[in-house]
């Protein structure tokens, strides 16, 4: 994100839509997940028949093209699934925890310390193993996040304004100093303009497990703070009257988001826009709930990154567009719209 | 004039210089802030003339300045190293003012001329032309301000909505600028490494190469668009305030509104014409001045005194100090962000 | 509220000065104008000199330069002819590693004058001394610090899209090495009457497709290689491979994901890079490993080829692959 607003809007005079009709919403989301899933399947840049992707799944053989099913496309879809879901909720998570509807993990410095490590990896230290970057890139994001949240806080605890400057501070140098370590070397420059695309295509499975631990355990402390986040809407004051403890819940929310976002990452390259956009949709159908955001944006986030994954493979065959490029050419518009609306300041 | 000079004292130290009928109140600590950045300004100006990889002394130096010697010595110092310090101060200067102005309008500590989605709609033109049409540097030019100026109309436009309200438009900045980043990713991807690079050394902000036509061209554009930058200050203080307290002191606050907005856009868009989008300085200058002057506000001519440092002192470490060569603007981005991460720093702990 | 007042006289106040400094440096530029003139060209001397065209114009260089300088894409080719520049701009990693030794002991001999064209250091430049400059970079580039590389010494510039042979040629004579590159030629096109006189019969009638990846391709995505030295088999062996339509973007623009690697069966032959001991090359082997890349007929039946690429820009590293290609069509069963 090229910038992003410190305003805290208040939440406005919005209709909120009673418990059945959110449930039913959910499982609407979950319909479309599916379908999405299976969609992601069965369309890909080359042509390849409803049947025999049935038969791949379920009678397999040595064929060619169910090579290409079992191969590519499943762990493919697979990846999007997880990487979705993080990106979803570390969005929920960061847009509750510095009560800013504009915030997205990379104002954390999340993509910008994966992108330095990786470029470190590639410039100085000479790997030339797209997947050898994930580690980097992970190690980055957690280091940088943590850095971020240390730069960003007082001895009273974060203050979320804080926090977000130090993210672009850091993020900013950073930057610089991936820029000028990829102009003064050619090999850098090269594999990081495919890596800073962000894209799902040709990562194993094996790359994606030893990461799915983390986002467990980051999925699980997402919703135990869910309510003590809710609180945190209204403001330090009123949290604190309601008996919520703000530097654990600041803290917990943060190791999770790190987690999520810097997974995410790691295993797709920086992907932007789902963690900003998504929590925005959820928060406009359910209303201030973190719960509902948080299971809302679960669900929609891997959607949105499975129609742009489906839509970069078909606009250019026989090539494709990384996911990452797509994500904002199906957003965009959907925030401008949005925005446009006649409640906008209610974002 | 004198109308608007607020009766109350809010206790700081006030210099107050009169010449006949008109008095101009100064607060001593900006006043001394301004004085040593122009001081700090010069110097560093001085020793960008004085050091290069082309070995001379001072005395050369000085009698190429003063047009005693030929040859490439002459070169050097004139044409190339002169030219390349007027610049990064007059460019500095620019960006500076060009941020306040952007902060002060929005009221947003993190807002420049970016965020109506100049600078990456800058970048894409600047792409397409080198990448797709295979274009000259003039063309180039134009292709960025083309993009640039297009962007930032269609933000506006999207933005508009019985009026332009400052969060509608950084909402509808951030979605533009994200597309474009995305559309710039892309062109990068589909581009040879050679041509990808020389547009990625543009797009990081460069001023290697300026000569005294991009200067004084330039820095006309620059001295012209300041004048109304100066002018139209006061309705900007009064707007911080809100759009209904401006309105009330009479300020009319749609005009000057797009007003200051073309103000900021000219102003980058003049540097990015001449350098490419140096980055940062036009974000960080303001809070660095605001914080040095300790002032309440966003405030114009520290602004501009800092962004001029800021420019000058990380072209100096780009040239001389990198191991190779590097934009300028790669450097901004480090010196820039780090002293403003200070300064949180520092001022983070003060609050206990 | 009192520093509004201030504020807005100190910009007011800024914007004069500013406006003044202006004139005043406007001036100087003007005078200075006249000044370069006078100086013109310092680097040429009353020496001999011949005329050289180039895309810049026609230049006159010195008969035997001896301080030359090479930017851009003209390194390593000058390099490759025996020349020995005095500075260079600096290469990528992947290339120095194919270089042979004393053509990577040349380039590491010659100062490093900047990592890319439109940013080299002109002032360690010109303290070079430079009696000649070769270029090839982006256009862009040139209109950035053309003029002033031409203040230094004689400079000659190629565009990007340069032909290799005529870039060869015009590098060659510019550079007064034309020696090496009549050699080199010779022995070049010894190399091609050679392998089309061996596997001519091969050659024709047999489909041939060149797949590839980078170091930096992404993850799980490859390419079709035609340009680069497959172009040099499609072009002067006459190999029948895949091409861009007239006025496309070249096929390795475009990133193929794995899923695609099943179209590649409706080629005969498969040539895919390896390294100079003819193992795959790294970022090449995640495409040997898939399932589908097994699956395939030209590699089940052993007419997928791995050939040496060590450079496409001039004659040296072209004959070495001439070489690799020659000793990888020998390996083709005769009949497919």
């Known amino acids: 994100m090229t910038a992003l607003a410190l305003r805290q809007d208040g939440q406005g005079t919005e209709t909120v839509p009673g418990p059945r009709r959110r449930l039913l919403g959910l499982v609407v989301a979950l319909v479309v997940l599916v379908v999405l899933l299976v969609l992601s399947v069965m369309i890909g840049s080359t042509a390849i028949a409803p049947s025999v992707v049935w038969d791949a799944l379920f009678r397999s053989s040595a064929d060619i093209d169910q090579f290409a099913i079992r191969d590519f496309r499943l762990p493919r879809t697979i990846v999007g699934l997880v990487v979705g879901v993080a990106l979803g909720l570390s969005g929920a998570l960061i847009q509750a925890l510095t009560r800013n509807p504009l915030a997205d993990p990379g104002v954390l410095g999340v993509h910008a310390g994966a992108s330095f490590a990786v470029t ?121 009257a309601q008996g919520v403890r703000l530097v654990r819940t600041r803290v917990l929310a943060v190791i999770a988001l790190t987690l999520l976002a810097g997974g995410a990452t790691a295993i797709a390259g920086p992907i932007g826009f789902v963690g900003l956009m998504v929590p925005h949709v959820a928060r406009w159908i359910v209303g201030p709930h973190q719960r509902w955001i948080f299971a809302y944006s679960v669900l929609l986030a891997p959607s949105l990154l499975l129609v742009s994954d489906i839509l970069g493979r078909i606009v250019m065959r026989p090539g494709e567009i990384p996911v990452g490029v797509v994500t904002a050419f199906v957003g965009a518009p959907v925030l401008v719209a949005l925005v446009r609306r006649k409640k906008a300041s209610g974002l | 004039m004198s109308t608007h000079i607020p009766r109350v004292d809010f ?113 894409t033109g600047a792409l397409i032309v080198i990448l797709v049409v295979n274009g000259t540097y003039a063309q180039l030019v134009g292709g960025a301000l083309l993009g640039g100026m297009a962007t930032a109309v269609a933000v506006y436009v999207l933005a508009y909505r019985r009026g332009v309200q400052g969060f509608r438009l950084i909402v509808v900045g951030i979605g ?19 041509q990808a690079m020389s547009a990625a050394a543009w797009g990081a902000g460069s001023l290697n190469g300026v000569s005294w036509d991009q200067v004084v061209i330039g820095g006309a554009c620059v001295a012209v668009l300041l004048l109304p930058a100066g002018m139209l200050s006061r309705p900007l203080r009064q707007m911080e ?112 | 509220m009192s520093n509004i007042s201030l504020t807005r006289r100190g910009a007011a106040l800024a914007a004069a000065l500013m406006s003044a400094s202006l004139v005043l440096t406007a001036c100087g530029g003007a005078g200075d104008g006249t000044g370069v003139k006078a100086a013109e060209a310092p680097g040429v001397k009353a020496a001999e000199t011949r005329s050289v065209k180039a895309e810049n114009g026609t230049i006159e260089v010195p008969v035997n330069p001896r301080r030359v300088v090479t930017i851009g894409n003209t390194n390593l080719p000058f390099i490759d002819l025996g020349g020995k520049p005095v500075g260079v701009t600096e290469a990528s990693d992947s290339e120095l590693g194919v270089l042979p030794a004393e053509q990577k002991a040349v380039y590491e001999a010659a100062e490093i004058i900047g990592s890319n064209g ?143 690697i099943g179209e590649l069966s409706k080629y005969d032959v498969i040539t895919y890079p390896v390294d100079a001991q003819g193992r795959p090359t790294a970022p090449f082997a995640p495409v040997v490993e898939t399932n589908t890349w097994k699956a395939l007929p030209a590699v089940s039946s052993g007419r997928a080829l791995g050939v040496f690429c060590p450079g496409n820009n001039s004659y040296g590293p072209v004959i070495r692959y001439l070489d690799s290609l020659g000793s990888a069509l020998a390996t083709l069963p005769s009949q497919k």
């Open chain 3, 118 to 260: 439109g940013e080299v250091d002109l002032e360690k430049l010109a303290g070079l001394k430079p009696d000649l400059i070769l270029v090839q970079f982006h256009s862009s580039d040139w209109d950035k610090v053309g003029k002033r590389l031409e203040a230094i010494a004689p400079t000659v510039l190629w565009g990007l899209d340069t032909e290799w042979k005529a870039f060869a040629d015009a590098i060659g004579e510019a550079g007064n090495v034309t020696d090496a590159l009549s050699r080199q030629k010779t022995e070049f096109k010894d190399k091609v009457a050679k392998i089309q006189a061996t596997y001519g019969k091969i050659i024709d009638g047999t489909s041939f497709v060149d797949v590839s990846r980078g170091d930096w391709s992404d993850p799980g995505t490859f390419y079709i290689a035609d340009i680069g030295c497959s172009e040099i088999a499609r072009d002067d062996l006459g190999l029948d491979l895949p091409e861009a339509a007239e006025g496309k973007d070249p096929l390795a623009y475009e990133s193929l994901p794995f899923e695609q």
């Open chain 2, 11 to 123: 206790g700081r130290r006030v210099l107050v210089l009169r010449h006949r009928r008109i008095a101009v109140r100064l607060q001593w600590r900006s006043v001394v802030v301004c004085a040593v950045l122009a001081v700090a300004v010069a110097g560093t100006a001085v020793l960008a003339l004085m050091t290069g990889s082309y070995a001379l002394d001072p005395g050369q130096v000085l009698s190429a300045l003063t047009g005693r010697e030929t040859g490439i010595v002459h070169d050097i110092v004139v044409e190339w190293r002169l030219p390349r310090v007027a610049a990064a101060v007059m460019f500095g200067a620019a960006l500076g003012v060009s941020g306040a102005v952007f902060q002060s309008l929005l009221r947003n500590p993190l807002a420049d001329p970016g965020i109506i989605g100049f600078s990456q709609g800058s970048y």
């Open chain 1, 120 to 240: 470190v990896a590639v410039g100085v230290l000479g790997v030339r193993d797209a997947q050898g970057y994930m580690w980097f890139a992970f190690a980055g994001a957690l280091i940088v996040t943590l850095l971020v949240l240390a730069l960003g806080s007082t001895r009273q605890g974060s203050s979320p304004v804080f926090m977000v400057l130090a993210g672009v501070c850091v993020g900013a140098v950073l930057g610089g100093a991936r820029e000028a370590l990829q102009l003064t070397s050619p090999d850098a420059f090269d594999a990081m303009r495919y890596w800073n695309a962000g894209s799902i295509v040709g990562r194993p499975l094996e790359v994606v497990w030893p990461v799915l631990p983390f986002f467990a355990v980051a999925l699980i402390l997402a919703f135990a703070v869910s309510g003590p986040l809710n609180a945190l809407a209204l403001g330090d004051e009123l949290a604190v």
């Open chain 2, 241 to 352: 305030l809100g759009d209904d307290a401006a309105a009330s002191h009479g300020v009319r606050v749609s005009p000057a509104r797009l007003g200051l907005i073309l103000v900021g856009v000219a102003l980058t868009a003049t540097v990015t014409a001449a350098s490419g989008p140096i980055a940062f300085i036009s974000l960080v200058a303001p809070q660095i001045a605001r914080r040095l002057a300790r002032t309440a506000g966003i405030t114009l001519a520290p602004a501009a005194l800092v962004g001029a440092l800021l420019c000058l002192a990380s072209d100096y470490l780009a040239q001389h100090v990198a191991p190779t060569p590097l934009p300028v603007g790669v450097i901004t981005v480090v010196l820039g962000g780090g002293y403003l991460g200070y300064l949180l720093f520092t001022e983070a702990r003060r609050r206990l």
């Open chain 2, 176 to 194: 533009v600028s994200a597309m474009l980043a995305s559309l710039n990713t892309w062109l990068i991807l589909k581009a040879d490494l050679d």
